[in-house]
């Protein structure tokens, strides 16, 4: 079981380049498919107040919906890199 969900859409470049780096950390996480609507995407808006992916969530460190994929890569490399 991972503590990370990653709210992402297929052919998303801005999930694309979280999940390079979710990769490069060596990192699990769960991914979780939203539909291509905004209006029907009820559970990342839940999860983050918004619509837009990807939307990170990390259990383990309190992050409940972190938006941006730059928020996300630089959260990620200083949560889980290799100065963290």
């Not at 979280?18 to 498919?33: G, I, K």
């Not at 990170?56 to 730059?70: I, K, Q, R, Y």
């Amino acid at each position: 079981m991972t503590d990370l969900t990653l709210y992402e859409l297929s052919g998303c470049p801005y999930c694309a380049t979280v999940r390079e780096t979710l990769a490069e950390l060596d990192l699990e996480y769960e991914s979780v498919s939203v539909p291509r609507a905004h209006d029907e995407r009820t559970e990342v808006e839940a999860v983050s107040g918004q619509t837009g992916v990807p939307v990170l969530v990390d259990e383990a460190n309190g992050v409940e919906g972190m938006p941006e994929s730059t928020d996300i890569v630089a959260y990620l490399e200083e949560t889980y890199g290799d100065a963290s």
